[in-house]
């Protein structure tokens, strides 16, 4: 299995930056890629980032483009999410998922295989 911890989230003003890191735990060697979603009240939880573990490769939803990168640290089992020029909109837990099946998992949620329990980012106007 593999434990995710997120970290990193809070409060901020609009236009404001945060980045959000999250750590893996357990069978690690067996993560292809690893993504970032957000759940908004309300609403369905949504894709925003991915990133293959090995090769880097990237992927952003059209909110994401221009403002948020994310990026990973292999020897400390980490990703990160930087997000800048915060809205009111991004307002949301944010998840952290592996997929143990694809390097490029997507915006496809039956991709993941597990999840962490998520950081609020409440972002104020």
């Known amino acids: 299995q593999v434990q995710l911890v997120e970290s990193g989230g809070g409060l901020v003003q609009a236009g404001g930056s945060l980045r959000l890191s999250c750590a893996a735990f357990?069978?690690?060697?067996?993560?292809?890629?690893l993504g970032w979603f957000r759940q908004a009240p309300g609403k369905e939880r949504e894709f925003v980032a991915a990133?293959?573990?090995?090769?880097?490769?990237?992927s952003h939803s059209d909110s994401a483009k221009g403002r948020f990168t994310i990026s990973r640290d292999n020897a400390k089992n980490t990703v990160y999410l930087q997000m800048n020029s915060l809205k009111p909109e991004d307002t949301a837990v944010y998840y952290c998922?592996?997929?143990?099946?694809?390097?490029?998992?997507?915006?496809?949620?039956?991709?993941?295989?597990?999840w962490g329990q998520g950081t609020q980012v409440t972002v104020s106007s």
């Open positions: 990133i293959g573990w090995s090769g880097g490769s990237t």
């Open positions: 998922a592996s997929s143990a099946r694809t390097v490029v998992p997507g915006d496809r949620e039956d991709r993941y295989d597990y």
């Open positions: 357990g069978r690690t060697f067996s993560i292809y890629a």
